[in-house]
């Protein structure tokens, strides 16, 4: 059996316990690179360390990592070891057979894939006279075995009880095994070790990964758990004691944060009713009375603000003043009459502790003129929202149209002269292509004339929607026109009406009172109602409707009713008419005036 032992000093040193076995080493040389390809330091019997200088730190030759004890097997297999990397291999003597190492030409020998949390190898190449003893003498030194299936066709399925474990058994992939002396066929094979896919293997994975899992879920769970705010305490019920309690709190500027929370979740929960309205009432009365601290408060924080920013700024000015006088200390240094008796060193450095004075003081300066900056626009700020804005002038509907269609005419014109300058251009180059021999003038010809008659059509298109737009534009100037006479006419009437009125006022009382009670037209007012409202069915020949008519006089007059309106045009015969228009769902009654023919009948 193979012990390994650790010394004070953290070297390995490994013991062969002679009890358990024994083995025949006939050449040092040949055990002492077995031991190195396997990672340890080579031994003899006794535990001595063959090799005196052989350094425990380092692997087994160049490109391998030292072993150390954290390493899986406590470093007595080595790792991975690299494809293109040349491994020797040695003879290794058993207690009952020999296991002789492969031709180093060949290639390693072939593996499957590893399954997951493999414990399990498969053995094959067994000699046929190979025993249980056997396998477990040869095996036994890369682990503990758990298990051990043996078939009758030479092979067998060893299980271990570690993983890395069968990184070991893998080495011996490869190699001839013989029975003791025997050259007898049946007593020689040649091992083949690879993975094996095992179900207890898969299974114990799977649980160690399933640990694995609920430890980093109990883990993340610890940390936020310890990461997560403290709970607020909870809100006690509400009565008359607890009440009188928050009332009193509530007073309290250092308990006002926890008793305005109580009074909040009360509120909230419902506890409010006739009988404790009272109670609330004044505590929210109480809540109310912190207003005008907090705001106290809050401007008292604001002074210390300005204080702290302007004592900010007297000190930053009185910083630049001290770098100015150092930086004129170091200009006058630097003058001939002073430079001349420093020496080469000391100028050099007055001339870099110059420059770096002077990009101090202007970094200084440009945060000094920032501050100062901001005041500035702040103020702006201010003036600009203590000024009232000025209020633009609206033109009206006919205006604004006259003016969108004179620039649309505007730029109509701008689009024909530019159609008419492409034309020329055409017109040019058609020209030039005349004087050249060019194979294919026809057809550019042909494309000439294409483009030419295309632009001509879209120039008559422009020319009639010029036209249509000019004669919108006249119609509406000619509606203007019509308007503004009949507003000329209204005003005439309605002068007129002001100085019959005037001459009527010198007569007599009585006989006013007569006239008054015979004409229909009893004030001024309705007066000037009839001279609107003639001017207006004037202009509608067909008439209008009596909402139609007071919606117009609306905007005149926002007193103006509906049933005067029609009362006063009822009284009125011979000056308006109601007829009835349309059919059906459609019938509408309309005003219509009448005036002039009515002058004739009276």
Same mark, same amino acid.
């Given at each position: 059996m193979f012990l390994v032992q650790y010394t004070a000093d953290n070297t390995r040193t490994l013991n062969v316990d002679s009890a358990a076995m024994t083995l025949p080493v006939s050449d040092p040389t040949a055990w002492a690179t077995a031991m190195n390809n396997l990672g340890m330091a080579p031994l003899g019997i006794a535990g001595q360390p063959i090799l005196p200088e052989f350094d425990p730190a380092l692997g087994m030759m160049t490109g391998i990592p030292p072993i150390t004890p954290m390493m899986p097997g406590l470093g007595i297999v080595p790792p991975p070891i690299p494809p293109d990397m040349p491994v020797v291999k040695e003879i290794i003597h058993c207690k009952s057979c020999t296991l002789f190492p492969p031709n180093p030409n060949l290639p390693p020998p072939a593996t499957r894939e590893r399954p997951p949390g493999c414990k399990t190898v498969f053995v094959g190449g067994l000699p046929e006279n190979g025993t249980e003893q056997i396998i477990v003498e040869v095996f036994e030194q890369c682990g503990e075995i758990i298990a051990i299936r043996k078939s009758k066709k030479n092979f067998c399925h060893i299980r271990f009880a570690e993983e890395y474990m069968v990184d070991k058994a893998l080495y011996l992939s490869g190699y001839r095994i013989r029975l003791g002396s025997s050259t007898d066929k049946k007593d020689t094979g040649r091992l083949h070790v690879d993975f094996a896919q095992a179900r207890d293997d898969l299974y114990e994975w799977e649980c160690k990964q399933r640990m694995l899992a609920r430890e980093e879920r109990h883990r993340r769970r610890m940390e936020e758990e310890r990461m997560r705010p403290p709970s607020p305490p909870p809100v006690v019920h509400y009565s008359d004691h607890e009440c009188s309690i928050v009332a009193e709190k509530l007073k309290d500027d250092s308990k006002f944060s926890e008793a305005v929370q109580t009074l909040l979740t009360w509120i909230e929960r419902g506890e409010v009713n006739r009988r404790s309205a009272n109670h609330f009432y004044s505590m929210i009365q109480s809540a109310n009375s912190h207003v005008r601290r907090l705001v106290n408060e809050k401007a008292a924080h604001e002074k210390e603000m300005e204080e702290a920013k302007e004592k900010f700024k007297q000190a930053l000015s009185g910083i630049l003043i001290q770098f100015e006088q150092i930086v004129a200390v170091y200009h006058s240094a630097s003058k001939q009459k002073a430079w001349d008796h420093f020496t080469k060193a000391q100028r050099k450095n007055i001339s870099v502790w110059c420059k770096q004075a002077e990009e101090i003081r202007n970094i200084h300066n440009d945060e000094l003129m920032g501050i100062r900056r901001e005041e500035e626009m702040e103020m702006s700020d201010d003036e600009i929202e203590e000024t009232t =804005?000025?209020? $633009?002038?609206?033109?009206?509907?006919?205006?604004s149209q006259a003016e969108?269609?004179?620039? $649309?005419? @505007?730029?109509?014109?701008?689009?024909?002269?530019?159609?008419?300058?492409?034309?020329? &251009?055409? +017109? !040019? =180059?058609?020209?030039?292509?005349?004087?050249? @021999?060019?194979?294919? #003038? $026809?057809?550019? &010809?042909?494309? &000439?004339? !294409?483009?030419? !008659?295309?632009?001509?059509?879209?120039?008559?298109?422009?020319? =009639?929607?010029?036209?249509?737009?000019?004669?919108?534009?006249? *119609?509406?100037?000619?509606? #203007?026109?019509?308007? $503004?006479?009949?507003?000329?006419?209204? %005003?005439?009437?309605?002068?007129?009406?002001?100085?019959?009125?005037?001459?009527?006022?010198?007569?007599?009382?009585?006989? &006013? =009172? +007569?006239?008054?009670?015979?004409?229909?037209?009893?004030?001024?007012?309705?007066?000037?109602?009839?001279?609107?409202?003639?001017?207006?069915? %004037?202009? %509608?020949?067909?008439?209008?409707?009596?909402?139609?008519?007071?919606?117009?006089?609306? *905007?005149? @007059?926002?007193?103006?009713?509906?049933?005067?309106?029609?009362?006063?045009?009822?009284?009125?015969?011979?000056?308006?008419?109601?007829?009835?228009?349309?059919?059906?769902?459609?019938?509408?009654?309309?005003?219509?005036?009448?005036?002039?023919?009515?002058?004739?009948?009276?």
């Amino acid at each position: 059996m193979f012990l390994v032992q650790y010394t004070a000093d953290n070297t390995r040193t490994l013991n062969v316990d002679s009890a358990a076995m024994t083995l025949p080493v006939s050449d040092p040389t040949a055990w002492a690179t077995a031991m190195n390809n396997l990672g340890m330091a080579p031994l003899g019997i006794a535990g001595q360390p063959i090799l005196p200088e052989f350094d425990p730190a380092l692997g087994m030759m160049t490109g391998i990592p030292p072993i150390t004890p954290m390493m899986p097997g406590l470093g007595i297999v080595p790792p991975p070891i690299p494809p293109d990397m040349p491994v020797v291999k040695e003879i290794i003597h058993c207690k009952s057979c020999t296991l002789f190492p492969p031709n180093p030409n060949l290639p390693p020998p072939a593996t499957r894939e590893r399954p997951p949390g493999c414990k399990t190898v498969f053995v094959g190449g067994l000699p046929e006279n190979g025993t249980e003893q056997i396998i477990v003498e040869v095996f036994e030194q890369c682990g503990e075995i758990i298990a051990i299936r043996k078939s009758k066709k030479n092979f067998c399925h060893i299980r271990f009880a570690e993983e890395y474990m069968v990184d070991k058994a893998l080495y011996l992939s490869g190699y001839r095994i013989r029975l003791g002396s025997s050259t007898d066929k049946k007593d020689t094979g040649r091992l083949h070790v690879d993975f094996a896919q095992a179900r207890d293997d898969l299974y114990e994975w799977e649980c160690k990964q399933r640990m694995l899992a609920r430890e980093e879920r109990h883990r993340r769970r610890m940390e936020e758990e310890r990461m997560r705010p403290p709970s607020p305490p909870p809100v006690v019920h509400y009565s008359d004691h607890e009440c009188s309690i928050v009332a009193e709190k509530l007073k309290d500027d250092s308990k006002f944060s926890e008793a305005v929370q109580t009074l909040l979740t009360w509120i909230e929960r419902g506890e409010v009713n006739r009988r404790s309205a009272n109670h609330f009432y004044s505590m929210i009365q109480s809540a109310n009375s912190h207003v005008r601290r907090l705001v106290n408060e809050k401007a008292a924080h604001e002074k210390e603000m300005e204080e702290a920013k302007e004592k900010f700024k007297q000190a930053l000015s009185g910083i630049l003043i001290q770098f100015e006088q150092i930086v004129a200390v170091y200009h006058s240094a630097s003058k001939q009459k002073a430079w001349d008796h420093f020496t080469k060193a000391q100028r050099k450095n007055i001339s870099v502790w110059c420059k770096q004075a002077e990009e101090i003081r202007n970094i200084h300066n440009d945060e000094l003129m920032g501050i100062r900056r901001e005041e500035e626009m702040e103020m702006s700020d201010d003036e600009i929202e203590e000024t009232t =804005e000025t209020k $633009e002038t609206e033109e009206s509907a006919l205006v604004s149209q006259a003016e969108a269609l004179k620039e $649309e005419n @505007d730029s109509l014109r701008w689009q024909l002269d530019a159609y008419r300058n492409e034309v020329e &251009l055409l +017109k !040019q =180059e058609q020209g030039k292509a005349h004087r050249e @021999d060019d194979p294919n #003038k $026809e057809q550019q &010809l042909k494309l &000439l004339q !294409q483009a030419l !008659q295309g632009m001509q059509q879209h120039l008559l298109k422009v020319q =009639e929607e010029y036209k249509k737009k000019e004669a919108e534009l006249d *119609r509406i100037k000619d509606d #203007k026109l019509q308007v $503004e006479k009949l507003l000329e006419n209204l %005003h005439e009437k309605q002068e007129n009406c002001t100085s019959r009125l005037c001459a009527s006022s010198q007569e007599s009382d009585h006989p &006013l =009172e +007569k006239a008054i009670i015979g004409n229909p037209v009893k004030s001024e007012r309705e007066a000037l109602l009839v001279g609107i409202i003639s001017t207006f069915l %004037h202009v %509608h020949p067909f008439g209008a409707s009596i909402e139609y008519i007071c919606s117009y006089l609306n *905007r005149l @007059d926002n007193k103006i009713c509906t049933s005067d309106v029609e009362s006063l045009m009822s009284r009125l015969q011979h000056t308006f008419r109601q007829e009835m228009t349309g059919v059906g769902a459609s019938l509408e009654k309309r005003w219509k005036f009448c005036g002039f023919e009515g002058l004739k009948l009276t």
